[in-house]
């Protein structure tokens, strides 16, 4: 199993970037599926998540992004996206996305157990 995080680099404040992740060797929509990211001296936090597509398709949000940051699937691409519009340079981080069978609310990163390297997000002018 391999997930891949793509689609990082310098972004504006303001802007907008589109995160994807990618599999090989699991079909993505069968599981639920994370975006997460860690900065610079701070601890990994779940940014957004969304349910398997088996289920009521639930997404979840943290604060911080709410309004800005979109999580999505394509099936058929068998990809996760994380939509970034408007970002801040407090979203500066390396994003990762993570996948579980485990169900439940919110964004644990302890309740993900599969991991891609991540792709780094810069946001500045």
């Known amino acids: 199993v391999q997930l891949q995080a793509s689609g990082g680099g310098l972004v504006q404040p303001g802007g907008s970037l589109r995160l994807s992740c990618s599999a090989s060797g699991l079909t993505l929509k069968y599981y639920a599926v994370g975006w997460f990211r860690r900065a610079p001296g701070k601890e990994r936090e779940g940014v957004s998540c969304?349910?398997?597509?088996?289920?009521?398709?639930?997404?979840y949000v943290v604060d911080s992004v709410k309004g800005r940051f979109t999580v999505s699937r394509d099936n058929e691409k068998n990809t996760v996206y994380l939509q970034m519009n408007n970002p801040k340079p407090g979203d500066t981080a390396v994003y990762y996305c993570?996948?579980?069978?485990?169900?439940?609310?919110?964004?644990?990163?302890?309740?993900?157990?599969?991991w891609g390297p991540g792709t780094l997000v810069t946001v500045s002018s």
């Open positions: 993570a996948t579980t069978r485990i169900a439940g609310g919110g964004c644990p990163p302890i309740r993900y157990d599969y």
């Open positions: 969304i349910s398997h597509s088996d289920s009521d398709g639930s997404t």
